[in-house]
């Protein structure tokens, strides 16, 4: 009943085609050159800028003849039947059980105005879902060897999918780190360290074997085909360097928040670095990434915020041919870093040591505003502050609609997109009117039932240290460590680069918060009930 609700729930949501050369239009276009065989297609500045891993799903969506945003919403689904099967040894009770797979089914990032479009979003969350199953699994079969072995590849795969989606999927290492040290430990008491060990080393193999396989594959296929191997330029050494070093010139009385790169620092590469001199004409245009920086940044309006330096950087470099080939490209990074560093060496430019920057122009001096941007991350977490159930398409969307319709209903198989009639039945029809309900009962529910999780398991550490941690506190440990880690993240970013507490990128620590939720309190409940009674009932803690 709660998976038929479900499907229900979401069977009217229109695709919203938008106009968004770097981001759903890429992946719209990359995929339809997959489809033709043509692997990404021909090379441009955007081609490896991002993994491929989201266009291969599009693409595989459209051989199996199945709608994007179908594909997306059963695939969740069904990593909810997975993450339910995992997490059953931990928890008898059925209501227990029910109340996650309903939390979890009905997420409003699961369904809210990013995941309508063709956006990473949409399958990511779902992603991160079979990562927390599979280490759920590895846990509750400690002592079934080759049941662990299946769970740790379930990590892997699901591990590998995550990273080519977003090679930003880090942040879950300290969960899977958690998991394995847990295993680790259970297999040491049971077998002894020598087999124990043999037994770690297999397991990480399972786990981590797979992305380096993928890894390896995406990187060759580029090569054949670009004639560079890489999965994505902007991590390729050439860009990371000549970036770094770029960032080093920024001095103590230019540095603005949320600029990488500001105006004052540019006017004087320009004058010590040819290979950056290049790009003056089109960096110092107006129009362009400035005028994203003032509609996302007011307080940076008038210079190059963010990422959007570095994407204006390689736009002003394809403008100058720089980007004829992936060579090409590479070679003028590596001139660009190698000019920087010489104009630092030989005291041209006024340049501080590379360690002073973290990344996106955030500097160790935001490292102390991180926990309080994270605690508030933590609230927009659990509130789904900012959360929208509405297709939003921009003013370029709507001027080239009749452009975009066609390639978006090849590539994506849907023939309903959003348009103003649509978004108007969207806001009268009985499904829509459910799903903004169920948005105001999470957003009044969950922050209350996270701080009651939160006192459970803080209340469990005791327990923990005193006796040992259950293989139950090992998972809920690893979810909290999940969360904590994304926050962090965000809020790194939040301070120095640009606003990233936004839904979508939320929406990917939302099922490690439920799964959390429900367990940690279900365990806290189960040890009240043993102190009161002497007896655990329904629950297992294993």
């Given at each position: 009943?709660?998976?038929?609700?479900?499907?229900?729930?979401?069977?009217?949501?229109?695709?919203?085609?938008?106009?968004?050369?770097?981001?759903?239009?890429?992946?719209?276009?990359?995929?339809?050159?997959?489809?033709?065989?043509?692997?990404?297609?021909?090379?441009?500045?955007?081609?490896?800028?991002?993994?491929?891993?989201?266009?291969?799903?599009?693409?595989?969506?459209?051989?199996?003849?199945?709608?994007?945003?179908?594909?997306?919403?059963?695939?969740?689904?069904?990593?909810?039947?997975?993450?339910?099967?995992?997490?059953s040894p931990f928890v008898r009770s059925r209501v227990t059980l029910l109340a996650l797979l309903g939390l979890y089914l009905f997420s409003p990032t699961s369904y809210m105005q990013d995941v309508m479009a063709v956006k990473r979003v949409g399958l990511y969350p779902t992603v991160v879902t079979c990562v927390l199953a599979s280490l759920a699994g590895i846990l509750a079969s400690s002592t079934n060897r080759r049941a662990r072995m299946l769970w740790g590849l379930g990590f892997g795969l699901s591990w590998a999918a995550a990273m080519l989606v977003r090679d930003e999927s880090t942040w879950l290492i300290p969960s899977a780190a958690v998991v394995v040290a847990g295993s680790a430990w259970r297999r040491f008491r049971v077998r002894g360290g020598r087999v124990a060990a043999r037994e770690v080393v297999l397991l990480v193999a399972w786990m981590f074997g797979p992305h380096l396989?993928?890894?390896?594959?995406?990187?060759?296929?580029?090569?054949?085909?670009?004639?560079?191997?890489?999965?994505?330029?902007?991590?390729?050494?050439?860009?990371?360097?000549?970036?770094?070093?770029?960032?080093?010139?920024?001095?103590?009385?230019?540095?603005?928040?949320?600029?990488?790169?500001?105006?004052?620092?540019?006017?004087?590469?320009?004058?010590?670095?040819?290979?950056?001199?290049?790009?003056?004409?089109?960096?110092?245009?107006?129009?362009?990434?400035?005028?994203?920086?003032?509609?996302?940044?007011?307080?940076?309006?008038?210079?190059?915020?963010?990422?959007?330096?570095?994407?204006?950087?390689?736009?002003?470099?394809?403008?100058?041919g720089y980007h004829a080939s992936a060579r090409t490209a590479n070679d003028y990074y590596l001139r660009l870093a190698d000019e920087t560093a010489a104009a630092c060496d030989e005291g041209r430019l006024a340049c501080g040591p590379a360690s002073r920057t973290l990344l996106l122009g955030v500097g160790?001096?935001?490292?102390?505003?991180?926990?309080?941007?994270?605690?508030?991350g933590l609230y927009s977490l659990a509130s789904f502050e900012s959360v929208s159930l509405t297709p939003q398409r921009t003013e370029e969307s709507r001027q080239f609609v009749r452009f975009l319709l066609p390639r978006y209903a090849r590539v994506t198989g849907h023939d309903r997109f959003s348009d103003e009639a649509a978004e108007a039945r969207m806001k009268t029809d009985a499904a829509a009117r459910l799903r903004h309900g169920l948005l105001e009962l999470y957003r009044w529910m969950v922050p209350s039932l996270l701080f009651i999780a939160l006192v459970a398991w803080t209340s469990a550490v005791g327990d923990a240290l005193w006796r040992g941690p259950s293989d139950l506190f090992l998972l809920d440990t690893a979810l909290l460590g999940a969360m904590v880690a994304l926050l962090v993240g965000l809020a790194i970013l939040d301070r120095g680069a640009f606003p990233a507490f936004l839904p979508r990128y939320l929406a990917p620590g939302v099922p490690p918060m439920l799964i959390f939720i429900t367990l940690s309190s279900a365990d806290g409940w189960n040890r009240v009930r043993t102190r009161l009674y002497g007896v655990a009932v329904g629950e297992g803690t294993r």
């Open positions: 009943m709660l998976i038929s609700g479900r499907l229900w729930l979401v069977s009217d949501l229109p695709l919203s085609a938008q106009w968004l050369p770097h981001d759903d239009t890429l992946f719209v276009e990359l995929a339809r050159h997959l489809i033709d065989g043509k692997w990404l297609g021909t090379y441009h500045a955007r081609v490896l800028a991002k993994p491929s891993g989201y266009p291969l799903f599009i693409a595989g969506t459209h051989v199996l003849g199945v709608p994007l945003l179908v594909a997306q919403q059963a695939l969740y689904v069904a990593a909810g039947i997975l993450l339910l099967y995992a997490v396989i993928a890894d390896t594959l995406i990187a060759r296929s580029n090569e054949r085909a670009y004639g560079f191997s890489t999965t994505n330029e902007l991590t390729a050494d050439a860009t990371r360097r000549a970036y770094q070093e770029l960032l080093r010139t920024v001095q103590d009385g230019e540095a603005r928040d949320f600029v990488p790169v500001p105006q004052a620092t540019r006017a004087r590469l320009y004058r010590e670095v040819p290979a950056f001199a290049e790009l003056r004409d089109s960096l110092e245009a107006p129009g362009n990434w400035s005028v994203v920086t003032c509609q996302q940044i007011p307080e940076a309006c008038g210079d190059l915020a963010g990422a959007w330096f570095w994407w204006a950087v390689r736009d002003a470099a394809e403008k100058k160790w001096n935001h490292v102390g505003e991180v926990p309080l941007a994270a605690a508030a």
